[in-house]
């Protein structure tokens, strides 16, 4: 698998996003400037976390205009696949690559803790290590994860299965208590209409090693890993 | 337009009567505005430690792991595979009382900036924090601007903060303490210092540009708090997280080059401090040129510039030649570079703006006249023993139990820590809450860190002497309790008035108490801070102190993560208490939250005995035969045991303790040295402890859903849990 990942200034989780990548796959990623434009030899372009220029105007508002977005949506509209996590997935939304917005947290505080992510359809290169309706659990750490869009687009992504992850209880229970963050209908992640991008909050990358408390996010790169084995 | 610089301006400054006259001495006559300033600041408390200085000589400071003891940005100290772990911890305590978000948010900044500018990269973060009453009006919105501040600064630059610790007590009702730590990692033989060298290397600024914020920040921090705090705000900098992190990234781009020759962040006394500091670590002179410096503000002057504490800016010695590789890099991390000076060999300070020189000071009497007192001191009057049996238990364990795990110095921190980012970076073994160490391996490195902060105020406050000593015993005991080697550790020394003898009794009293301890066990101090007059004058007059609170932040090494062990139960395990326990009374949270007292003497350490004891615990948990280690210290071992129930969402069964110990005593007494382990098999373990020669007993096992009492009554867990997690967010999110 080639991967690349995005680097804009004040991004901050690309070393987490590296090792969980190269641990699936045995291949380092690549490291994105944002001033690159080309992005041609790569099997998937990651946007990591991080608060890309300090998150000062809106999350992801400013990098979503940097050169290289340009060449993310000219990857993305050539069928490329492209995963944004947090940060990563805010850019997407900011970009026009995926809809809806990332708000405040509906507590208003910044959140780091577990949280567990029911697992709505199996049949993705992001998701194929997973079972469908299987829950994981995954670290989270975010201030702006409220995902909000309008209720027809809401209903759109949910008629045509493009919700990728829901926040739930470890039993499955798809309820307001595992809301955290407030998420319209516990919405953690979502997927653009072709499958090929994900755009997800919580942090799958930092939860790979045993030692770390757990392996629940390694499918997610062991999936992707076996896509572009086959692929090449 | 200026001031006259004279005795009166001088004192507004800060500057005592004898200090303005040394300074007259020194420059042979009346300094300008901009040499009054240099002095001022250079000659405050936070900078010259001039009341602290002789005391601090007394801590021990060297071993053979230790690469760089205090002097430096922080200590230094190998920690195998030929690497060194950087660290230190510093107090923001001033400017967070006076605005609490950016006071703790810029006291992260700051602290992470000493750490990389030595050439590491900062892996996790701490912090000591210690608040007022927690139902006094004014507790919540410190509590939740403090927290917010720290999460803020450090989630945006993305270092784990991975531990800490939080008291509450009326005594911090007006002097809150906010004191954070970073640890980095660096190659051992790529550790850059702040000594400038090399007569006409250029002085290179980068970073943030210069404005007005902060002036007289260390003069500030100096100085007791009276009814004006609220008009001290301008003091307070601004933090900016987005730009430390381009500046971390740049610092250690361009060090793995060979263009450095000498750096150092702009801390307190910004400009002014690292330009000094760096030339008179190099025994070299240095001319800076103000109208190169950054600006954020026109018409800034060259006082201003001088003593500004704007944030997230440092100051480096650069090879000439290297000169336009460095630019190349703050450039592609669209920061600052300016060129604003060059070393010389006058051995003098000279600061030019806009075609005067405005400052010209001879650099060795600035800092081998700087001022030193031997301030008088007072003992704090020792304390009787409390004799358990005469203290009588009108509640019961379990009822005490409850209250105290809901207490504020002992219910769940969670949500302080659900609110910092503890696992970037990916290598968070153990998170906050789950051992008594934190644990962070070393990205690539089988290696893991054990970190840890930790005081007693209220010991301290009893017994200074002991008090101290505590505090650095607690810090080795959680280090050992995760199964890691101790190496060193950081002070952040917080009093109050050190012109007050009882105070500087205090103070002296800590330090003998944590050098002994330091002794003893091994456990060198690389690194420190010292932050005095922690005082509020009460409308009345009366001064109104903190708690002694010598914060101690410690540092140990795993060479293997894995073996690390937390403090969580699994089931079907024997409960085993190794140390051993008295039942001391005097100071224990159970004497304060449910007998209603706070005296006695606080319970003595031991310290042949913590050395041996920890030795042998550690060696257990190295060799496999530990579960689960928790050590006991705030609440006594009930306590303990029900952490680690409620950690590991988890029953245990205690039965009675020994008959000759009050039952309240056994089960809250706050013996020191002692450790709660969870082991496959006791009697084996017990065989092992007593060929040992440690004192060991079997309290209980593990399993189910309740904790059952030696009198024979239950708690369910769950409840445990609710009671012990409920009382911050009741605290903090109530509405109104």
């Known amino acids: 698998m080639k991967a690349g990942i995005v ?6 989780r690309e070393r987490d996003m590296a090792i969980a990548l190269t641990l699936a796959s045995g291949s380092k990623p690549r490291m994105v400037w944002h001033k690159e434009t080309d992005l041609s030899g790569l099997d998937l372009v990651v946007v990591p976390g991080g608060f890309s220029y300090g998150d000062y105007l809106r999350c992801g508002a400013m990098a979503a205009q940097a050169p290289v977005m340009r060449a993310v949506r000219d990857f ?39 949280c567990h992510l029911r697992v709505e359809r199996s049949d993705t290169v992001f998701a194929g290590h997973y079972q469908k309706g299987q829950v994981f659990r995954s670290p989270m750490a975010h201030g702006d994860g409220n995902y909000i869009a309008d209720p027809a687009t809401l209903d759109r992504l949910e008629g045509e299965g493009l919700v990728a992850f829901r926040y739930a209880t470890p039993q499955g229970e798809v309820s307001e208590a595992a809301n955290l963050n407030g998420s319209a209908r516990n919405i953690a992640g979502i997927y653009s209409p072709n499958l090929r991008i994900l755009g997800l909050m919580p942090h799958p990358e930092d939860l790979v090693d045993p030692l770390m408390g757990g392996t629940d996010g390694k499918p997610l790169f062991d999936g992707l890993a076996a896509a572009f084995a086959q692929a090449a | 337009m200026q001031r006259q610089v004279d005795q009166s301006l001088a004192a507004e400054f800060g500057l005592s009567a004898e200090e303005y006259a040394n300074v007259l001495e020194i420059m042979g006559r009346t300094p300008t505005l901009t040499e009054l300033g240099i002095f001022s600041v250079m000659w405050s408390e936070h900078c010259s430690y001039k009341s602290s200085r002789v005391w601090l000589k007394q801590l021990p400071t060297k071993a053979p792991w230790v690469i760089h003891g205090p002097g430096e940005n922080a200590g230094v100290v190998a920690i195998g595979d030929g690497l060194a772990a950087v660290f230190k911890m510093e107090s923001h305590n001033h400017p967070s009382f006076i605005e609490p978000y950016q006071g703790a948010a810029t006291g992260v900044g700051g602290i992470l900036r000493d750490v990389f500018t030595m050439g590491a990269r900062p892996i996790a973060n701490l912090n000591a924090l210690r608040f007022g009453n927690p139902s006094a009006p004014g507790t919540r919105r410190i509590v939740d601007g403090v927290v917010r501040g720290i999460g803020g600064y450090g989630n945006c630059v993305g270092v784990p903060t991975v531990g800490g610790e939080i008291n509450f007590h009326p005594a911090y009702d007006g002097n809150p303490l906010v004191n954070a730590m970073t640890v980095g990692i660096a190659r051992a033989d790529r550790i850059f210092l702040s000594a400038a060298a090399g007569v006409g290397n250029p002085v290179v600024y980068v970073g943030s540009k210069t404005g007005r914020d902060g002036i007289h920040g260390a003069t500030m921090a100096s100085a007791e708090f009276g009814a004006d705090a609220e008009e001290k705000r301008p003091t307070v900098q601004v933090g900016d997280p987005f730009t430390e992190k381009l500046l971390i990234e740049a610092c250690l781009e361009l060090m793995e080059t060979d263009a450095i020759v000498a750096i150092q962040d702009m801390g307190a006394a910004g400009l002014t401090s690292s330009s000094v500091e760096m030339a008179g670590k190099g025994g070299v002179g240095i001319d800076l040129d103000l109208d190169a410096v950054p600006q954020r503000e026109t018409g800034m002057t060259a006082y201003e510039m001088m003593l500004s504490e704007s944030q997230e800016r440092m100051l480096m010695v650069l090879r000439p030649d290297r000169q336009e590789l460095a630019r190349s890099i703050f450039e592609k991390w669209e920061l600052d570079f300016a060129v604003i000076g060059h070393l010389t060999d006058t051995g003098r300070i000279v600061v030019r703006h806009q075609g005067a020189v405005e400052a010209d000071i001879e650099l060795a009497p600035l800092a081998d006249k700087a001022p030193l007192y031997h301030r008088p001191t007072a003992e704090t009057p020792k304390q009787p023993a409390l004799a358990a049996a005469r203290i009588e238990d009108r509640v019961g364990l379990g009822r005490a139990l409850e209250t105290l795990i809901a207490c504020p110095d002992l219910c769940s921190r969670a949500w302080v820590w659900n609110q910092y980012d503890s696992t970037i970076g990916g290598q968070t073994v153990k998170r906050p809450g789950a051992a008594d160490a934190a644990v962070v391996r070393i990205e690539g490195h089988a290696r893991a860190l054990a970190l840890t902060t930790d005081c007693t105020p209220r010991y301290c406050a009893a017994d200074p002497e002991m008090g101290g000593m505590q505090a650095v015993a607690e810090a080795w005991r959680n280090i050992t309790a995760v199964g890691a080697r101790p190496l060193a550790v950081t002070d952040n ?4 008035n050190p012109e007050r003898p009882e105070i500087m009794g205090q103070f002296a009293a800590a330090i003998r108490g944590m050098a002994a301890a330091c002794e003893a066990l091994d456990f060198p101090v690389v690194s420190g801070n010292v932050s005095l007059y922690n005082e509020t004058r009460a409308p009345n007059g009366e001064a109104r102190a903190i708690l002694p609170t010598p914060a101690i932040g410690g540092l140990g090494v795993l060479d293997d993560a894995a073996k690390a062990v937390g403090m969580a139960l699994s089931p079907w395990l024997d409960l085993v208490v190794v140390g051993a326990t008295r039942g001391w009374l005097g100071q224990s949270l159970w004497l304060r939250e449910i007998a209603g007292r706070e005296d006695g003497a606080p319970p003595p350490v031991d310290l042949a005995a913590e050395k041996s004891v920890g030795d042998f615990v550690r060696a257990q948990i190295q060799a496999g035969a530990v579960r689960a280690c928790h050590d006991v210290s705030d609440g006594g071992l009930l306590v303990a045991v029900a952490e680690m129930a409620m950690a590991g969402r988890v029953g245990a069964r205690v039965p009675a303790g020994p008959r000759d110990i009050p039952s309240h005593a056994f089960w809250f007494g706050e013996d020191q040295g002692r450790y709660v382990l969870a082991v496959p098999d006791a009697a ?8 040992a020669g440690v004192p060991a007993m079997k309290i209980g096992t593990s399993g189910g859903q309740d904790l059952t009492l030696p009198d024979g009554g239950t708690i369910s867990v769950a409840s445990l849990c609710a009671a012990h997690e409920g009382v911050l967010p009741a605290l903090m999110e109530r509405a109104g």
């Open chain 1, 7 to 12: 680097l804009f200034p004040g991004i901050n």
């Open chain 1, 76 to 114: 993305a509209a050539a069928g490329g696949y492209v995963l944004g996590v947090c940060n990563g997935f805010q850019i997407l939304t900011e970009a026009g690559l995926l809809p809806g917005a990332l708000l405040r947290n509906a507590g208003l505080r910044f959140l780091s803790m577990d």
């Open chain 2, 493 to 496: 020394m917080n009093f109050g």
């Open chain 2, 684 to 691: 084996a373990f017990l065989r092992v402890a007593e060929a």
